[in-house]
C-alpha cells in the first residue's frame, strides 16, 4: 500500500459530512423522525402554491401564500423561542407536531371535498405556520442540549443536509405526482402522502428525553411572557455579530428567493408537467451536494467572511438562473445557489447554538425562526408582487442582483461580520471577533 493510499481515507473523512452525532441515540432518533416528517412537508410544500395558482392563475396570490406564513411566523415565533426556554422542550416539540397534523389534515379534507377557496388555503397556511413557529425553536435548541459543543456544526449540517435531501426527493416525487395525476386526484395524494409522514414526527417526540428548562442564574423560575421575550431581544441587541447574521440572511432571502414565480416559469416558459418538480428540487439538490462534501465547515475559523461570500454566491447564482432560458441550465445555476444556501446557513446556526447559553437559545431560536421561515415567506411576496408588475424575468433577476450587492454593502459597512472568528465557549463573552481564535478541530 502507497503512501497516497494510506492518507486517501483521512482526506475523504476531511470532506465528507461528518456522522459522529448520529451516535448520540436521542440526536439519532430526532434526526430520523424529523427527516421522514420533512419529506412528507415537500408534497405539501409544492402542491399548495400549484393549488392556489390553478384557483386564481395569479402569481401574486401565491405570492400572499407567504404573507400567510410569515405572520403568524412573526407573532408565535418569538412566543414559540421563550415557551422553549421556559417549559420542558420535548412537550413544546409534541404539541407543535400534532398542531402541524391538524392543519395537514385540513388541506387534505379541502382537496378532497373540492372546496377551491383561496382564503381558505391561505387560513391553513397560516395554522401550519403557527405549528412551525411553536415547535421550531425548541427542536433546533434541543441540539445544544443532545450533542456536545464539539460536534455542533456536525449536527446542524446533518439537519441542514437531511433536509435538503428531502426537499430533493420530496418535490420531485410531487413533480411525478402532478404529471401522472389530474390536479383533482393529485392534491389529494400529495396532501395524504404528508400527513401519514409526519407521524414520524410525532414519534420521534415521543422519544425524546425530558428536557426542563434550566434555570435563571438568579434561581427565579422562568415565564414565557413578554418579560421572558424582551430578556431575549436585550441580549440579542448585545451581540452585533449575531444581529448581522440575521440581517444578510435576510437580504439574502427577500430579495433573492424566487420560489412563487416558480409555477409561473414552469408553466410558460418550460410547459408545466415535471418542470415545476425540477425548479422546486434544483435549490437543494445543490444543499444536498454541499452537505456530503461539508467536512470541511466544521473547521472554519473566519465564519463570517464565510458567510458574506456565501450569500453574495448565492445571489449571483440565482440572477444568473433567471438569465437562462433552459430548464437544464436553470436547474444546474439554482443547484449552485443551494450549495451557498448550504455553507451560509450551517455556519449561521453553528455561530448562534455554540454563541449563546442555553438559558437563552429558546428565545434566539424564536428570532431564528422569524428570519429563517419569515425570510424566505417575504422573498415570496416580493416576487410574487414584482412578477405580477414588471414581469417574472425581472422580479428573478433583479432580485438576485440586489441580494448580492446588498450583502456587499453590509459587508463593509459593518466590518464586525467579516472578522467574526469561530466561538468555541457557550458564554458569548465576546462578540467582536478580535480575539485570537482557537482551533476548531482543536477537541477532536
Known sequence: MTATDTTR???????????????????????????????GFQFTAVAVPVEMYALTKDSLWVGLLGVAAFVPLLVFGLWGGAVADAADRRRVLLG?????????LGLLAQALLGVGSPVLLLALVALSSVSFAIASPARAALVGRLVPAELVPAATTLNFTTAMATSVLGPLAAGLILAAFELRVA??????????????????????????????????????????????????????????????????????????????????????GAAVGWLYSSIAIGSLLAGLLSGWIGRVSRQGLVLVLAVVGWGVAVALAGLARHLWLVVALLVLAGAADLVSSVVRQSMLIVY??????????????????????????RAGVTGAGLGSGVAWVGGGLAAAALAVLLAVAFPALARYRTQTGSSGDDVSGDRRPRRADSRT
Open 9 to 39: 481515507p483521512r482526506e475523504q473523512r476531511r470532506w465528507a459530512i461528518d456522522l459522529r452525532p448520529l451516535r448520540v441515540p436521542a440526536y439519532r432518533r430526532l434526526w430520523l423522525g424529523n427527516g421522514i416528517a420533512m419529506f
Open 96 to 104: 407543535g407536531s400534532v398542531l402541524l397534523w391538524v392543519s395537514v
Open 187 to 272: 392534491l389529494p395524494v400529495a396532501y395524504g402522502l404528508d400527513a401519514m409522514l409526519l407521524v414520524a414526527l410525532v414519534w420521534a417526540a415521543l422519544r425524546l428525553p425530558a428536557m426542563p428548562p434550566e434555570p435563571d442564574p438568579d434561581g427565579e423560575p422562568r415565564q414565557a411572557g413578554l418579560r421572558s421575550i424582551v430578556d431575549g431581544v436585550r441580549y440579542l441587541a448585545g451581540a452585533p455579530v449575531l444581529l448581522l447574521s440575521f440581517a444578510i440572511d435576510l437580504i439574502a432571502m427577500v430579495f433573492a428567493f424566487p420560489r412563487a414565480l416558480f409555477p409561473e416559469v414552469a408553466t410558460e416558459r418550460f410547459g408545466g
Open 356 to 381: 449563546a447559553p442555553d438559558r437563552m437559545r429558546g428565545r434566539l431560536q424564536g428570532v431564528n425562526t422569524v428570519v429563517v421561515a419569515g425570510g424566505p415567506r417575504l422573498g415570496d411576496l
